[in-house]
């Protein structure tokens, strides 16, 4: 039995910082519920102080506070980072990239964490998924594009690749947390954007701004989100709390990618019928000249250096072999499923 001052010395302070806005629907209270488990779960060992972006760091900052140990650990998105490393946004999502349960499995099972620790320890950082919210819709638009050639001079507020691949198409990207897009769009600062689907883009009021709603994400197929905890910090955890904090993320993984699918398809029709959204659909072209410029961004990453080279050879490895099997079970059973029950 630990007597009292050994169970205080066996106490922690954790300081997690994050990119979304507190009480935010999904991605916010997620990041809040996390937070709140670790010290439930810890039963006090670790005692957890919460800041949403803008309370301690601004959001594109939760990286460095706790690279530094300003902050103990962040929830937010490894896109954000593409400026340290361009080899972060893979741990994402990336144009023409990886579903949701697809990204589960290159992490777990097919060589990405060990990567994706190779790259985050060179920061001092230790990288864990704790969320996911599917395929992102293609954003909010207030002209129409019917081909390519209409994305030229859009100022498109796009984090990620995916700015990389808007730019080779002409667009001008333009990076901004989640908490500032529909100001900036309602002010014509951007002319476009996108963010996540219905149920986030609803909060956000982004029907306000824009009229036009495109789909499918290709820039997005399956954001993830991550739980960045500092080295230092990490390893002078006992072995019993790091598994309840890996628990922790794996079951808000879970957790925020089924509340995503349950929503999604009640706010698209709100979006719909209740604000006038206009839905509309990419033109085949457009995702075509995507996929083409998101091969020449990813051609060029591959020069940048070996450890970004290995990403993503092992992403498109993972790609390729998940790819084949979704080929002919997932993909053609949901074409199967809606063309009966639309007969």
Not at 150 to 160: A, S, Y
Not at 239 to 253: G, K, L, N, S
Request: hydrophobic share 45%; with cysteine; net charge negative.
């Amino acid at each position: 039995m630990l007597c009292a001052p050994a169970l205080a010395q066996a106490r922690r302070e954790m300081t997690i910082v994050s990119t979304w806005p507190r009480d935010y629907p999904g991605l916010g209270v997620s990041a809040q519920n996390l937070a709140a488990r670790i010290e439930t779960l810890t039963e006090g060992r670790i005692k957890v102080s919460y800041f949403a972006a803008g309370e301690r760091v601004g959001a594109f900052d939760a990286f460095d506070a706790v690279a530094a140990g300003d902050a103990d650990a962040y929830i937010g998105a490894e896109g954000y980072w593409k400026g340290k490393h361009p080899g972060f946004p893979f741990f994402q999502t990336v144009p023409m990239g990886l579903t949701h349960n697809e990204m589960l499995a290159w992490i777990s099972h097919l060589g990405g964490q060990a990567l994706w620790d190779e790259l985050a320890g060179e920061f001092g950082v230790k990288g864990l998924l704790c969320g996911g919210t599917g395929v992102s819709m293609g954003g909010w638009y207030n002209t129409k594009i019917e081909s390519a050639d209409d994305l030229k001079g859009l100022r498109l507020r796009v984090p990620g690749l995916a700015s990389d691949v808007f730019a080779r198409l002409g667009a001008s990207p333009v990076s901004l947390p989640g908490g500032q897009i529909y100001e900036n769009l309602v002010s014509g600062t951007v002319d476009a954007a996108e963010w996540v689907g219905p149920w986030a883009d609803y909060a956000l009021k982004l029907f306000e701004a824009a009229r036009y709603y495109y789909y499918p994400g290709v820039h997005e197929p399956g954001g993830m989100v991550s739980f960045g905890v500092n080295r230092g910090w990490w390893d002078a955890l006992s072995a019993v709390d790091q598994e309840i904090i890996t628990a922790v993320c794996e079951a808000e993984t879970t957790r925020l990618i089924a509340e995503y699918d349950a929503r999604n398809g009640a706010f698209l029709d709100k979006l719909v019928r209740e604000q006038g959204v206009e839905l509309q659909a990419f033109p085949d072209d457009v995702s075509v000249a995507f996929a083409q410029a998101a091969a020449a961004v990813y051609a060029e990453l591959t020069d940048y250096a070996d450890l970004t080279g290995r990403i993503f050879q092992s992403f498109a490895d993972a790609r390729r072999t998940i790819g084949r099997w979704k080929s002919v079970s997932d993909a053609p059973f949901l074409r199967a499923r809606h063309a009966a029950l639309k007969a």
